[in-house]
Every structure is written in C-alpha cells, then in structure tokens.
C-alpha cells in the first residue's frame, strides 16, 4: 500500500493511506495524523482491508504510538475492522454517543469496548501530542451521529462522506466541474436535506482550510477549489427535498 504526505513540519505529518480493493465492497481512504510520538487514525476500514491498513499504518507512523481512532459514524466501511485496532494497540476509539451502544454489533471484544469513548453531540476537542485537533458536528451528513476532523496545523478537514466521489482515476481534483458528476448522485441520495449542509457551511466557511480530504475518492486543495465545492453543497438539492415523491404505497 502506498502512502501520501499531505504536511510534514516541526513534528507534525499528515499522511493519506489510498483507497484500498475491499472486494465487492467500496473503496476507501485512510488518513494518519502524527503529532510528535503520537497518532491518529480515522476510519480505519472494515475487515477486507484491515491487514493492509494496518501494515502501512505501522510503516507511516513509525515510532509513534497509536493513541486515537476516530470513527467519524457507523458505517461498516469505517467501524467493521475496530476490534483488530482495540485489540492489537492500546488505543482509544471515538464515535458519536448515538452509535456507541451499537459498535459491540461489529464483534468489539468485551475486554476492549471500555475503551471506546462516546462523542457528544456538539463535539469536542482531541489532544494528539502537542497539539489539538477539533471534532465537529455534521449530523446528517449523512448520518443521524456525524462528526468530520478538523487539524488548525496542516488546515485539512477530514469530511467522511461529505465530499466523496466515485470513479476518478486522480488522487487530487484539478476541474471542479468535471468533477461534480462523480459526487452528485452519491451526494443527493445520502445526503439528508440542504438544510444540514447549510447549517455545516456556516460552521465550516470560517476555517482557515487548505485540504478537503473525504473518506472516499479524490481530496480538494486550495481555497477557491474549496469555496466553489462549498457553494455547489450550498445549493445542492439533496435527501428528503431531492426524493419526497418516494413516498407512497407501492402499487
């Protein structure tokens, strides 16, 4: 598995683990933030990949220690894999306190579910090494408990699903446009209303933002590339305004 350095200063890397073959299953990325002798990992994948995500985690962190998984929703993509991290490391895991009591359904060993920690709903702060990292809330995007990355050192924002793409053979959009058929329809049908965008684009539009970086397909750098992929989820029709007509009594 390859490995991409998104910011490496004083200390502190944030590394990107491509998307890996999960099978019939979808593709996904992996992210490790390092600060000093610590490390993060965010959504570490399910089972397919588990092996893989795990040896090139050891190879990007080095002699770091694995402090913090961050599972940003419940998704088998990201959580269906957690008892091998709890079970092999010493770390943490946290997830939204609306998912918590579900984790031991993806078979989390008893002798490790204590250190999965529950997330409130207006989020918090994490402290990785010297630094802190800010977990915000994205609820319903597309998960009822959602909550994206924020690193203020490198200026990436870790978005899950909100900004993925499907089908792109580049790791890095450079056309917008071209880009947005590979992300509207995963974005109309799984994203719950415009409402909650609106609501995350308030939150999010006064970050100091240099990457965008989803859980799936191709990230976002710049901050026009950036301004423009916020005003189309501004004026995206999506979830319950896209589809109310579906229901209805089949006939």
Not at 194 to 204: E, H, P, Q, S, T
Request: contains cysteine.
């Amino acid at each position: 598995m390859s490995q991409i350095v998104l910011f490496d200063e004083g200390g502190h890397r944030n590394i990107l683990l491509p998307e890996q073959d999960a099978g019939a299953g979808v593709a996904s990325n992996q992210h490790i933030v390092i600060d000093g002798q610590s490390a993060l990992l965010l959504d570490p994948g399910g089972t397919k990949v588990y092996r893989d995500v795990f040896t090139a985690a050891a190879k990007a962190k080095q002699t770091a220690k694995l402090e913090i998984v961050f599972l940003s929703h419940q998704d088998p993509d990201i959580v269906a894999a957690l008892n091998g991290w709890l079970m092999t490391t010493e770390a943490r895991a946290v997830v939204s306190k609306l998912w918590h009591r579900f984790i031991p359904h993806f078979g989390s060993d008893k002798l490790v579910y204590s250190r999965v920690d529950p997330l409130p709903d207006e989020g918090t702060v994490l402290k990785l090494g010297g630094c802190e990292l800010l977990v915000l809330p994205a609820h319903f995007l597309h998960s009822v408990g959602n909550f994206h990355l924020y690193d203020p050192r490198s200026k990436i924002l870790y978005t899950g699903d909100l900004g993925a793409s499907l089908g792109e053979d580049y790791r890095e959009v450079s056309d917008l446009a071209a880009h947005i058929p590979l992300m509207e329809g995963f974005h109309r049908r799984y994203m719950s209303s415009n409402a909650a965008l609106r609501a995350w684009l308030k939150m999010v539009r006064p970050l100091d933002i240099e990457i965008v970086a989803p859980q799936h397909g191709a990230l976002m750098r710049g901050r026009p590339m950036i301004d423009a992929f916020f005003d189309w989820l501004e004026g995206l029709e999506c979830g319950i305004d896209y589809m109310p007509d579906v229901f209805r009594v089949p006939a």
